[in-house]
């Protein structure tokens, strides 16, 4: 279910992103760290958990908690938010899920995670049928970070980080196996690319396989009006999107 009207209006009308910038309200607030669409998908395939979560397996309960779901201390400070259509739930997922997860992103020769292509317009794309996840949010907030920490267990696959706001400047593909495909975007907001518009916008719009977009905010500073125009823009194309609060280490 995607993209109203209104949205290639929007986009006639200069661009959802520039044409907000100017004069803009505060519109969303966040309430729990995650929001989540309905569904969660399972996968089916088998999984072997490696090492590294095996140690972490064994270590007692108290510090095994602490460790995997740093955020149920976090719980309690957070105020409750009841409003149903907001689908506000804290992220947990399960010894099992991230043991899944784990494998997922375990590089084998039959398994092969790779850096597939960069596109600067939507037509450059990959012409891919799987599912696609995209990650945005302000420049540098941590898009490419959290991809390479995710790419961990598959250190051969570059993906480049920098102290420098600006720095992606492509919608950079990598593949998951035959599971699916990430994409890192140029960020908005200090130092976005001057076709930024044309590329993301048009991107999340009209890309036929984008399965969920990864909205990053920088806790430390909060929801900025530029990620309210990124939430606006999600609502009103319905893009099941998930808000993530980054927290500096
Ligand atoms: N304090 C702190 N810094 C981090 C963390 N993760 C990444 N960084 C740093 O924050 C910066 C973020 O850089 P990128 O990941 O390239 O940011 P980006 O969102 O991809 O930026 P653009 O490509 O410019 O849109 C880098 O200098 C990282 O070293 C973290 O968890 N805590
Ligand atoms: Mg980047």
């Known amino acids: 279910m995607r993209s109203p009207d209104r949205g290639v209006r929007r986009l006639a009308a200069g661009g959802y992103w520039r044409r907000k910038m100017v004069g803009l309200r505060f519109r969303c607030g966040i309430g729990g760290l995650f929001k989540v669409p309905a569904t969660q998908q399972r996968r089916s395939r088998a999984y072997s958990v490696s090492q ?68 600067v317009r939507l037509e450059h794309a990959p012409d891919l049928l799987r599912p696609e996840v995209c990650f945005i949010g302000r420049s540098n907030v941590g898009k490419s970070s959290l991809i390479k920490a995710l790419f961990s267990l598959a250190p051969e696959v570059e993906v480049r980080v920098s102290k420098t706001p600006g720095h992606t400047k492509k919608m950079n593909f990598f593949k998951v196996g035959k599971y699916f495909t990430m994409v890192d975007m140029p960020g908005y907001g200090y130092r976005a690319p001057e076709d930024f518009v ?52």
């Not at 999340?204 to 900025?224: C, P, W, Y």
């Not at 823009?233 to 999107?241: H, T």
Request: aromatic share 8%.
């Open 52 to 119: 590294d979560f095996a140690e972490v397996l064994r270590k007692p309960k108290r510090q095994l908690t602490k460790l995997v779901f740093p955020l149920q201390e976090l719980e309690r400070q957070l105020a409750p938010d009841t409003r149903p259509s907001l689908h506000l739930k804290l992220f947990e997922p399960s010894l099992e899920d991230i043991a899944r997860a784990d494998d997922l992103f375990t590089a084998t020769d039959r398994h092969r995670i790779e850096y597939l292509s960069s596109a």
């Open 198 to 249: 044309d590329m993301v916008e048009t991107y999340l719009k009209e890309r036929r396989n984008l399965m969920r977009t990864f909205l990053l905010v920088d806790s430390a500073v909060g929801i900025q009006k530029t990620d309210n125009i990124a939430i606006e823009m999600c609502e009103e194309f319905a893009l099941p999107y998930v808000e993530l609060l980054l927290c500096p280490w």
